[in-house]
């Protein structure tokens, strides 16, 4: 049984949210909200490749870690609480080089103060490049 957000919203709504943000200087594009995930791109190019021309790891993480704490965003009242990543795993398992690859954040625990997502990403060709787990903490303000 899938997990769905407490709150709806569109991509262009939390687009608007990237202004300033890491989100916006590796050029992270949400391009889809379903009732039980959370689906973004991200360009490979001279902002997200390392000095080899590869993708870079970390870009690909921070991709993650920006889909699984928007998506936890989806769960809480934002007045009184936010999401911090805790924890963030990627493993790394196909070369990008270029073009834009897709990272889709699906919930597999919504707990009252932690929350746990697994993130898939994958190239234009739709082969599996990186999969992660985040783990968020819900922190008052």
């Known amino acids: 049984m899938a997990i769905t ?6 991509p262009e709504a939390l687009n ?3 202004s300033g943000t890491l989100g916006e200087t590796l050029g992270i594009k949400i391009i889809e909200v379903g009732d039980d995930f959370l689906r973004g791109s991200m360009p490979v ?4 490749k390392q000095p080899f021309g590869l993708l870079h790891g970390g870009a690909s993480a921070a991709l993650a870690e920006t889909l699984g704490s928007l998506g936890s965003a989806l769960f809480i009242d934002q007045t009184n ?6 924890e963030v795993n990627a493993n790394h398992l196909k070369s990008v080089s270029s073009g834009e690859v897709i990272g889709t954040a699906k919930p597999v625990r919504i707990g009252r103060n932690v929350h746990v997502w ?16 985040l783990t968020v903490m819900l922190i008052s303000k």
């Open 16 to 18: 608007e949210q990237f």
């Open 5 to 10: 957000f407490k709150f709806k919203t569109t």
């Open 45 to 48: 190019d001279h902002r997200t």
């Open 81 to 86: 609480t936010y999401p911090v990543g805790l």
């Open 118 to 133: 697994n993130i898939e990403i994958h190239n234009e060709k739709q082969e599996l490049i990186c999969v992660s787990r």
